[in-house]
């Protein structure tokens, strides 16, 4: 039984999912998660827990937004945070990724898709939880056949 790898891409009004394939070859976005208050984590922590329960999750990726100079800002720490918290609630491994070039490309792939511009945000975050994860697979994948 193969466990599946979820991909989060923590924003401070919403929280993009993406969840691996049993083989751990591709991502999906399934899901962005609202959030309501920034500073208030417990249903957005609880929404994921259930996500984690139904796809059955064995590994979480964390997009780590750092500056383009390498330094981390308030984001970064507030996705370290997060990390934390998501450790000692779901017991899972949690590995942060860097995020810096996924908004980057999520737009690019929006912009060929040819979703218009006025509803690139709704999709934005879950695309880019897909590319943090797809490029922690992708990486996974590449460091085992070595």
């Not at 609202?34 to 999750?57: P, Q």
Request: proline fraction near 2%; hydrophobic fraction near 40%; include cysteine.
């Amino acid at each position: 039984m193969s466990m599946r790898i979820m991909g989060l891409d923590y924003g401070s009004k919403t929280v993009g999912v993406a969840i691996s394939d049993p083989l751990l070859v591709t991502a999906q976005g399934i899901e962005v998660i609202e959030r309501k208050e920034e500073n208030k984590l417990r249903r957005t922590l609880a929404r994921i827990e259930e996500l984690i329960a139904e796809y059955e999750v064995g590994e979480i990726v964390l997009g780590l937004p750092r500056n383009m100079n390498h330094s981390l800002g308030i984001r970064a720490e507030l996705s370290l945070e997060l990390k934390e918290k998501l450790e000692r609630r779901t017991g899972l491994p949690v590995t942060m990724w860097d995020e810096r070039l996924t908004t980057v490309a999520a737009d690019k792939a929006m912009m060929e898709a040819g979703i218009r511009r006025e509803h690139r945000k709704e999709h934005a975050d879950r695309i880019a939880a897909c590319f943090i994860l797809q490029g922690y697979l992708d990486y996974r994948k590449n460091r085992e056949s070595i």
